[in-house]
């Protein structure tokens, strides 16, 4: 978390993700090996943390629609909005309309709350610290089992409206 705390203060708009991406890229790549290795292993983690249905539902509001990839990089987009944040919406993914990112994106009409680049800060870092790509065997892909009780058509409006009231209402109307 210090990693990606230290990219957005570093970056002139903390909004970009891509760019607090790159930068906490650029970060890593000055620690030694095993620690850009680990590093990977807890991005892996914390995308098993936030593998949870709810949350998939508030991503598939805000950027009208979210596919197992798209998943991937909003959630991406959430952990370059650091740990705070981070542990807030995963525990209350409902609360994503109090952010003003996702305020400005829902009044303007934008679907940007990805970043597919958060999930490559080791890996960059890897390639240019060590000159080589990651160890395939280095970290472990965990996508815990998806709560049933969240398992309905996220089309479904109504639905949506009952268990995300506030994005829905920022969002559909």
């Not at 995308?47 to 508030?58: D, G, Q, T, V």
């Not at 990805?114 to 965990?142: K, M």
Request: glycine share 6%; hydrophobic share 45%; aromatic share 10%.
């Amino acid at each position: 978390w210090k990693l990606i705390k230290d990219a957005r203060s570093q970056v002139p708009d903390p909004g970009d993700s891509d760019a607090v991406a790159a930068r906490a890229s650029a970060l890593l790549a000055v620690h030694p090996r095993e620690e850009i290795v680990a590093a990977q292993q807890v991005l892996w983690d914390l995308m098993a943390i936030s593998y949870r249905n709810p949350l998939w539902a508030a991503g598939y509001v805000i950027n009208g629609g979210c596919s197992d990839d798209g998943f991937d990089y909003f959630r991406g987009w959430l952990i370059v909005q650091g740990r705070e944040v981070f542990e807030r919406i995963v525990a209350n993914p409902d609360a994503l309309a109090d952010l003003p990112d996702v305020q400005a994106a829902a009044a303007g009409g934008a679907y940007a709350m990805e970043c597919e680049g958060a999930l490559s800060i080791a890996w960059n870092a890897h390639i240019t610290a060590v000159g080589e790509q990651l160890p395939a065997d280095s970290f472990t892909i965990r996508r815990p089992e998806l709560d049933s009780s969240w398992d309905f058509d996220f089309d479904d409006r109504t639905e949506m409206k009952q268990r995300l009231p506030h994005l829905t209402a920022l969002y559909l109307g």
